[in-house]
């Protein structure tokens, strides 16, 4: 079936600090792949996508590219800052299928200190 | 604020007992998904509903069930509740059948004692 696998954490971090989370993917077809973030006590928030091989998507200084040959999607942020300390999902839809439902990965929790 | 709402917020109850989550989709989206996230499970799908049809259900219990209104809100019934069903109830919403991405809204706490 199809699954994502990301870094555990959780992930702590000095302000200024260069962010990446690891994000692998097993599906029969070509997903799109999403990131979203669960801030402290809210719900899931979309941070950024990509539908194809080689799309970069980004969003509030975070980017993230999707690479077909690794299979990977990897969240990337140069500079964090306190207001990033949150849980990030790496999640995935296979296109064409008959429901679109999200699988997700397991969340890493990143805590950033000033 | 991704215009899904969900009510209530939060919601204690016992064992045994039957609940009721609701859901409003974002104006103009067709599709409803609800998930479920808990400590040892980690966030999975249960079940999508489009226009007011099933659509497609995951790892849903037989003591859980749904449905879609004529206005596109949705309901997500728990009975026979088990402490195991604690966990945060999260409902999302998209536009089409097609379409990829998925808005969330803040999401159900349920406690059960």
């Known amino acids: 079936g199809n699954s994502v696998t990301q870094m555990e954490g959780p992930v702590t971090l000095s302000e200024e600090a260069f962010l990446t989370i690891n994000c692998t993917y097993t599906a029969t077809g070509y997903p799109s792949l999403f990131w979203y973030v669960q801030y402290p006590g809210e719900g899931l928030q979309l941070l950024l996508k990509a539908t194809k091989a080689d799309d970069k998507g980004s969003n509030k200084g975070f980017e993230a590219t999707y690479r077909k040959e690794t299979t990977s999607f990897h969240l990337e942020k140069g500079s964090v800052q306190v207001s990033d300390s949150a849980v990030y999902f790496c999640?995935?839809?296979?296109?064409?299928?008959?429901?679109?439902?999200?699988?997700f990965g397991a969340g890493t929790t990143v805590t950033v200190r000033a | 604020d991704s215009g899904v709402t969900q009510t209530p917020k939060h919601l204690i109850t016992a064992t045994g007992q039957r609940v009721t989550l609701r859901c409003s989709p974002r104006?103009?989206?067709?599709?409803v998904y609800w998930y479920q996230q808990s400590l040892d499970q980690g966030l999975q799908f249960l079940i999508q509903y489009y226009n007011g049809e099933e659509r497609a259900k995951g790892n849903i219990l037989e003591r859980f069930s749904a449905q879609q209104f004529p206005d596109l809100h949705s309901e997500l019934n728990l009975s026979s509740l088990e402490l195991g069903d604690s966990a945060l109830y999260f409902c999302?919403?998209?536009?089409?059948?097609?379409?990829?991405?998925?808005?969330f809204g803040p999401g159900t706490r349920l406690t059960v004692l």
């Open positions: 999302a919403s998209s536009p089409r059948l097609s379409t990829d991405t998925q808005y």
């Open positions: 999640a995935l839809v296979m296109k064409g299928s008959n429901d679109y439902k999200l699988s």
């Open positions: 104006s103009g989206d067709l599709s």
